[in-house]
């Protein structure tokens, strides 16, 4: 009976063993990560926009093309004609949507100071020790920047979404408790004022931050594709009026999920004179686009509605056998002035190293990885940034298109701060 009991006991002894070695208890400083949170949501909220903007610009740029491949619009027809056509375009991302200047999530020294001491005068009120935290780790890294030998530093350049590597803010939890315990005077006064309790929470709020704060990395991309399927139907007096759909759909991994619809007017403006040596005519379209796309290794996502204006003037001449090889030739071009109107929408996580560090997240088997059963949750509270891109392009375009019965085939190139190759293949009926 004495055996049974006693393995029973082990029994137990083990259960309740197993249960303490899986205790939940949370692996990180909940102060230390509300103060990253903070300085994560300044840093990369300030500067969401100058990561994003190539990639918005360049998927609307590249969907705003292949609008004509003639100028000539027939002034009246017997019954109307439909020319539906499958459209794509390609581009070489310049050199400079590769980096951005990012901007610093602190403002000048003598205001974060304000700012700080504001802090300690309100604590006794708010005993908000977080908003105090942070408001002097603000300070300190304006203070830091200006100190050579501070060891804090922030780059004065870092990729966008399609550029290479990663920018990040360094931090010095050394420099941060050196000047909060003698070296800089004024906040030494302060924080003398406050209670060991206080001062054990700031001291360990502040050691447990992180040696630095990643922006954004890169994706590393050079090329972006796009394809447009397009309807157009006439004539009308000289008019001609174009269509495009599509619903979200995946046209390259580097530009993610794309959708739009668009609508133009094309009117002949040669149809008002007997002889021309050029089809001459005018257009304005209107395109509404919606982006989404999953960035990075936390899986931020971004989202961006575009409202997007082109009006644009065409030039075309045909040829008739214009050598034996290839026969009838079309040469066409235009000048296309384009707006943009874009609100972007980027929620997004602590990068992934950022949470190891906090311990919001533990690294099994070569991976960082969230545990919650262990105390390591992860980052369960996404932060978003909002911005709003306004911006004009003008482009000209050069092209050429070969008619094969009631086939054309047209390639293009569109000269502009985005520079494009299209093709296109219609057909008439």
Known sequence: MNTIKKILFFVCFLVAYSALAQDPTPKYNPTTVAIARSLSKDLLGNNSTGFLTPLVTTSNATSNSRFFRSAHVPKKVDKPYFRFGIHGMTGAVRDDQKSFTPTSPVGSKNDEFAAATQAFANLGLTRDTTALIYGIIRYLFASGLEDPKSGITFPTSSPTIFGKGEGSLTLNSKYFVDQI???????????????????DVILNAIQGLPPAFPLPTGGDISQVYAGVPQLEIGSFYGTELLLRFIPPVQFDKNIGDFSFYGIGLKHSLSQYFDETPLDVAVQVVYQKTNLTQIVGVTEAELSADANIYNANLQFSKKFKDITPWFGDLE????????????????????????????????????KIVPDPENGYPGDTEPQVAKGTIEDTNHKLILGVAKPIGPLTIALDYSISRFNLFSLGLDFTF
């Open 181 to 199: 315990t003698g070296g800089d005077p004024l906040l030494t006064i302060a924080y003398n004022n406050l209670s060991p309790e206080q001062k």
């Open 331 to 366: 040469f066409f071009g235009g000048y296309s002035f384009e707006q943009f109107n874009i609100v972007s929408t980027y929620t997004y996580t602590l990068p992934v190293t950022l949470q190891k560090d906090l311990g919001l997240r533990r690294e099994i088997n070569g």
